[in-house]
Every structure is written in structure tokens, then in C-alpha cells.
């Protein structure tokens, strides 16, 4: 009797320590939810704290706190690459075209490493995972899921405008062009359709949106006609103005594809997801279940957050996310 309760308890054990080491999640990527745990347990609560006091100040601040994580990970993978100031020797990604005023959320990434430093007691948490578990926390606080955060990712050393020229995608770009930007991340179509969805939050200035206001077929003639008061053609003063993604732009919530169904999307890159392409079915199903759309979400994120970490010893835990130690 005794041996085979003892039996059946490692049977138990050792398939739980099967699954842990071979689910994919961990496997892949070399990265654990449970990497800060011992190091400082302090440190997520801090990131939730600071992250919800500036949302609480302006809700776009979760917007662009989301991007910036997207922004980093699509860039030689999630290394904070794009948090480092130009320098002779770094070549600022905050210079390129997606980014260059247009990225935001570097004071709040600033103020997150200093109080997560101090209560840490030292620099242990990398500038990249700040940047993961400050994209979740901003989800969280604008209403959409929670997913457990994979940390343990270190700091480059290295930046690379260029490549984020090549590899960020851009409002202009066709079903066919997104799909292999993001299949160059390892990222599948419906990845491109769910976390195009975190466009529920935040705004676009005019000049990334104002040749489709002008010029498109496939969108909603009111809706157009808005757009091109707001961006009138000739006017590149106003090439700054700000429209929202979707009209509950600091709710997390379906609008963004309830609007595609009926040609309201922003940006062309996201009408194209709904216009006769392969991903039409998943345009629709998210429109109407927001369970499918928050749970698919959570888990194109961890995907997305495991882009190319640095672990181990590669890289570093920097000082200031905006140098190089
Ligand atoms: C599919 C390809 C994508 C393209 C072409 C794209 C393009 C853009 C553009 C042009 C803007 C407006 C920037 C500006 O006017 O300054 C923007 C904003 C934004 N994007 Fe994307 N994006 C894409 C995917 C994503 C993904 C995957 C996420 C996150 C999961 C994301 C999150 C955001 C957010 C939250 C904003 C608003 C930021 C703010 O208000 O500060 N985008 N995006
Ligand atoms: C970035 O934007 C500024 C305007 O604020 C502009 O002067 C500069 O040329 C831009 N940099 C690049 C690399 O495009």
C-alpha cells in the first residue's frame, strides 16, 4: 500500500516537472515568471504602483506604454534596445521613422527603474522586463486581461535605428506586407490580428493616417470626411493632430474590431485586416467576443515577449535604461 502511494507521488511529481521544463512557454524562450521572486519580491508591486499612478494622470500613458514593449520586442527582440539615447556609439532607435516623435513613456520607464532600483536595493531588474510587466499593468489598468509576465530577458548594449526602420511595420503597408513582419518575429497571422487589437487604446497623428483619409476606397465616407477636416491636405501643420484608434481609446475593449467591420479602422494597416483577406473570420470573431479577444491577446503577448531575449550572460542589467553601464 505505502509503495504504491509513494509510486503514484512520483509519478505526479515527475510529470509536473515534465510538463514545467517542456511547456513551451519557459522552454523556448528561458524565461520564468518567477525569475524576480527571491531576487525582489518588490518589484512587480512597484512596477503595478507607478504604472497605475500615471495612468491614473493620463490614460494615454498605458497606450504608449503597450507600444513601447511592441517597439522593443520587433527590434533585435525584447532587450530594451529602444529605450537607449543617442549617443557616438548608439545608434538611436528613438531616431527612427516609428519612433521618432511618436514613441512616449520614457520619463514613466525612468521613474519605474529608479523606485524599483531603490526598493530592490540594487539594479536587478533588467530595463526589458520593466518594459513587459509595464505593458501588462497597462492593459490591466485600461480594462483589458492579465497574463503572468515571463521575466528574467537582460539589457543590449547595442541599438540599431536602422533595424527598426526595416522591421517595425507601417500604417501604409498591405495584408501580405504585415504578415511577413511579423512572421519575421515568428509571429503568425492571428498574432497579427489580436495585437493589432491593442490598438483599443491610444491615438495616431494625422500624417500617419491622412493619405488613406484623402485617398482610400475602403473607408467609411463619414468617417473620411471627419478625418480630413481634422487633416486637411495641404496643411502639414496640422500633420501632428491627434485621432483616436478607436473611439473608447483608453478602454480596453472590441470597438477596434466592431469599427473594422464597418470601415472605420484608422489606419490602413488596420482596414486591411478586414477586406476580403484571410483574416476576415478572426476580424469577426473578436468583434463579438471579447472572452476569445482578451485570452488570445494575453497569449500573443507572452509570445511576442519572448522575441529574442537576451539571458544568462548575455547583455546586462543597466543603471539607467537609457545608457549602456
Ligand atoms: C500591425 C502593425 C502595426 C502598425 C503598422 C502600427 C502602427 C501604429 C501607428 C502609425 C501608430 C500611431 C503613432 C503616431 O501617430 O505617433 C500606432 C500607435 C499605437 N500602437 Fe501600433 N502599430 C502596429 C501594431 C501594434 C501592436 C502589435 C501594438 C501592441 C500590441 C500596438 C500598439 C499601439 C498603441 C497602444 C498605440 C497608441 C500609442 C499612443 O497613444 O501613445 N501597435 N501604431
Ligand atoms: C526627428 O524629428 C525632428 C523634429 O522634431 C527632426 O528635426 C529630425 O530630423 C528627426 N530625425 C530623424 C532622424 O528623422
Redesign the pocket.
Known amino acids: 500500500m505505502e509503495s504504491k502511494g509513494a509510486n503514484r507521488f512520483l509519478a505526479v511529481l515527475l510529470l509536473s516537472i515534465a510538463t514545467t521544463a517542456f511547456s513551451a512557454p519557459y522552454y523556448d524562450s528561458g524565461l520564468t515568471p518567477y525569475y524576480y521572486d527571491y531576487a525582489c519580491s518588490q518589484a512587480l508591486p512597484t512596477i503595478r504602483r507607478v504604472v497605475k499612478e500615471a495612468v491614473e494622470k493620463e490614460r494615454?500613458?498605458?497606450?504608449?506604454l503597450?507600444?513601447l514593449?511592441?517597439h522593443d520586442c520587433f527590434v533585435n527582440g525584447c532587450d530594451a534596445s529602444v529605450l537607449l539615447d543617442p549617443t557616438p556609439t548608439i545608434d538611436s532607435e528613438k531616431l527612427a521613422g516609428?519612433n521618432n516623435?511618436?514613441?512616449?513613456?520614457f520619463e514613466v520607464i525612468d521613474q519605474i527603474k529608479e523606485e524599483v532600483d531603490k526598493v530592490c536595493g540594487r539594479a536587478v531588474v533588467s530595463c526589458a522586463d520593466i518594459l513587459a510587466v509595464a505593458?501588462r499593468d497597462s492593459v490591466v489598468a485600461l480594462g483589458g486581461p492579465w497574463w503572468n509576465v515571463r521575466l528574467g530577458r537582460r539589457d543590449s548594449t547595442t541599438a540599431s535605428r536602422t533595424t527598426a526602420n526595416t522591421d517595425?511595420?507601417?500604417?501604409f503597408?498591405d495584408l501580405n506586407a504585415?504578415t511577413s513582419?511579423?512572421q519575421k518575429q515568428g509571429l503568425s497571422a492571428k498574432d497579427?490580428v489580436v495585437?493589432?487589437?491593442?490598438?483599443t487604446?491610444?491615438?495616431?497623428?494625422c500624417?500617419?493616417?491622412k493619405d488613406r483619409a484623402h485617398n482610400d476606397l475602403n473607408i467609411h465616407p463619414k468617417f473620411a470626411k471627419k478625418l480630413q477636416s481634422l487633416c486637411p491636405r495641404a496643411e502639414s501643420g496640422s500633420d501632428s493632430n491627434?485621432a483616436k484608434?478607436d473611439p473608447t481609446?483608453s478602454r480596453f475593449d472590441t470597438l477596434y474590431y466592431k469599427n473594422l467591420l464597418k470601415q472605420k479602422g484608422l489606419?490602413g494597416?488596420d482596414q486591411v485586416l478586414f477586406g476580403g483577406g484571410n483574416t476576415d473570420e478572426l476580424v469577426r470573431t473578436y468583434s463579438d467576443n471579447a472572452n476569445a479577444f482578451w485570452k488570445d491577446?494575453a497569449k500573443s503577448?507572452v509570445k511576442?515577449g519572448n522575441i529574442k531575449p537576451l539571458t544568462g550572460n548575455l547583455g546586462q542589467v543597466r543603471h539607467n535604461c537609457r545608457w549602456v553601464n
Open positions: 494615454r500613458m498605458g497606450a504608449s503597450l507600444r514593449h511592441f516609428a516623435n511618436s514613441a512616449r513613456g505593458a517595425l511595420p507601417a500604417p503597408m504585415l513582419s511579423f497579427l495585437l493589432s487589437g491593442g490598438h487604446l491610444g491615438f495616431a497623428q500624417f500617419t493616417f491627434l484608434l481609446s489606419l494597416s491577446f503577448m511576442m
